[in-house]
């Protein structure tokens, strides 16, 4: 990261506080992402970090604080307005759509982008027809990204659970996000797995001039790949910065990382 990206903020996250009923479960929270950062969210469980990407996303409202993203205050926009200004994420829990094939998850979201109507797809018109095969190449051609080409006609339901992760991933660039929101991306992968996670995050970031933000537990993982962190305990943000500083932080130490 060069310190003219650090400087360029993409998105600023002012006193979010998310509040169900007596429970607070993020409090205050504030930082800002610097566009092309790798910018990871860690914390015990239970810290916050699913229902800060679900503010982020417009899934739910937050209780008070503002959402600035590329300057526009987009705190009260439902989850479609997100998506289109170009905020993508993927899921703790799996969303696939189990019983189509790995191709069709992914062209399914790319259909987003496709400049044919309706008119056009129920007569055959030969610009839904060539809309529907560039639809159908640029899904294989982020099946190939993610190292899943050769399961294209698979089911998703069929896939191992490493590769439902990382097809979700797939499907999440076909919305051609500036912004990608991984959450816990590394869950069931094997050490191997992870380390081929790291690398293709990086050049996710690389080739589609992406920010990355993502929720992680796998440590390594996170103090090796990310520009900047912010560590949550019950909904506070009690460390942010680079992962060195976040590292040694004593209030990280014991809430999270322990004495090792």
């Known amino acids: 990261m060069t310190n003219e990206q650090q400087l360029t ?6 006193g979010i506080t998310r509040r169900f009923g007596g429970l607070v479960a993020v409090n205050e929270v504030s930082f800002t992402v610097g566009k092309n950062e790798i910018f990871g969210v860690i914390g015990p469980n239970g810290a916050g970090k699913t229902t800060l990407f679900n503010i982020i996303t417009g899934l739910m409202p937050p209780s008070s604080g503002k959402l600035i993203y590329q300057g526009e205050d987009i705190t009260k926009q439902k989850p479609y307005q997100i998506a289109g200004k170009g905020i993508a994420r993927t899921f ?3 969303r696939l ?18 400049s044919s109507n309706f008119f056009h797809g ?6 839904a027809t060539h809309q529907e095969q560039k639809t159908y190449q640029k899904a294989l051609e982020l099946l190939e990204l993610v190292g899943l080409a050769d ?5 998703a339901c069929n896939l191992a659970y490493g590769d439902q992760r990382r097809l979700e991933i797939a499907r999440a660039l076909a919305l051609k996000p ?14 191997n797995e992870k380390g081929a996670l790291s690398q ?5 970031r690389h080739d589609f001039n992406l920010t990355v933000l993502l929720i992680e537990h796998h440590v390594p993982l996170v103090m090796g790949l990310c520009d900047s962190i912010a560590v949550l305990h019950f909904g506070q943000l009690i460390a942010l910065g680079k992962p060195e500083t976040v590292k040694n932080d004593p209030a990280v130490i014991e809430a999270y990382l322990g004495d090792e």
């Open 122 to 127: 129920v007569f055959g018109l030969p610009k």
């Open 97 to 114: 759509f189990r019983n189509l094939s790995a191709l069709e998850n992914v062209a399914i979201a790319n259909h987003i982008h496709n």
């Open 92 to 94: 703790q829990n799996l």
């Open 200 to 204: 293709l995050i990086r050049q996710i």
């Open 9 to 14: 903020a993409i998105l600023e996250v002012k």
């Open 151 to 155: 399961c294209a006609q698979q089911q």
């Open 178 to 191: 500036t912004i990608l929101l991984l959450d816990e991306p590394a869950a069931g992968m094997n050490p």
